[in-house]
């Protein structure tokens, strides 16, 4: 009887035992599982994330700047070449730069378009070289300042935003001269770069900026340098604009087409 008694209460202990066992085995599992979720599906996480090339191609294009295009991205520049377009930087080293809308210092206050640069339609850059041939052969030669030259429709959209004023900028719906690489806004320097006296400051919404202003709030010495602007670009194949002594349309503008490149 007592070893009968024995023999059950040994094969008890091994039951309890093996369960013990099994609940130390069981919660190890746990543990693992827990702490180390990534080994559990992380695998397909990874498999899930876009591989970098593909959701940064224009970080990868914009590497192959050359140090002429600091602020273009290649692709955009071949883009505009290919829609006709020249690098006015490229042109001559006469020329001086200071493209407002790619600053906040421009009548919006904001940066419209994110690069300095100054593409043209071929036919309005070769009126820029022939203007600049009548200004190198002056007693004391001059040149340019460029304020914009080619805007693409996004841009106009958004001066339209900040001014919405046909006599100062054009509707998008219509499109400006300068979306189709036509219109150019600049001013006269001397050959160091130092701009001459204008009647009033680019983008001056006021009567003084008007081509046909000659009151007396504006010196004779300004009104001057307007109509030799006016003059030279007239004789470079330019028309000018009533409300605008900065603002010149190249002949033909009509021919090409409103674009969107990005700029
Ligand atoms: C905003 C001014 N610089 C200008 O270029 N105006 C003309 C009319 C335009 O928007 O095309
Ligand atoms: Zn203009």
Redesign the pocket.
């Known amino acids: 009887m007592n070893n009968n008694f024995d023999k059950h209460q040994s094969i008890n202990k091994r039951v309890n035992r093996t369960w013990i066992a099994v609940l130390i085995i069981c919660l190890v599992f746990t543990g693992l599982i827990l702490f180390f979720p990534s080994q559990n599906n992380g695998g397909k996480e990874n498999n899930a994330i876009p591989p970098v090339k593909d959701i940064t191609p224009q970080i990868i294009e914009a590497s192959a700047i050359t140090s002429e295009q600091e602020t273009l991205p290649l692709f955009h520049d071949n883009a505009l070449k290919t829609a006709g377009f020249v690098n006015i930087k490229e042109l001559s080293p006469l020329f001086y730069f200071d493209i407002r809308y790619a600053t906040t210092n421009n009548f919006t206050g904001k940066v419209i378009y994110d690069t300095d640069q100054c593409y043209l339609q071929k036919e309005a850059s070769e009126g820029i070289l022939k203007a600049l041939k009548i200004l190198q052969k002056r007693d004391e030669p001059l040149t340019f300042i460029f304020y ?1 030259c080619y805007r693409p429709q996004s841009a106009q959209e958004k001066l339209w935003l900040a001014y919405p004023n046909p006599s100062y900028v054009a509707r998008p719906e219509k499109g400006s001269r ?1 979306s189709r690489g036509m ?1 150019v ?1 600049l001013t006269l320097a001397k050959q160091d770069g130092t701009p001459l006296p204008m009647p009033t400051e680019f983008d001056s919404f006021k009567k003084e900026a008007h081509m046909d202003y000659n009151g007396s709030s504006v010196s004779k010495e300004a009104l001057e340098n307007r109509d030799l602007l006016k003059k030279v670009m007239t004789e470079a194949g330019f028309t000018y604009t009533r409300t ?1 002594w ?2 010149f349309d190249k002949t033909g503008w009509k021919q090409k087409p409103v674009q969107n490149i990005d700029f």
Do not use: P
Request: glycine share 0%; no cysteine; aromatic share 14%.
């Open positions: 914009d300068h219109a806004d605008e900065w603002h």
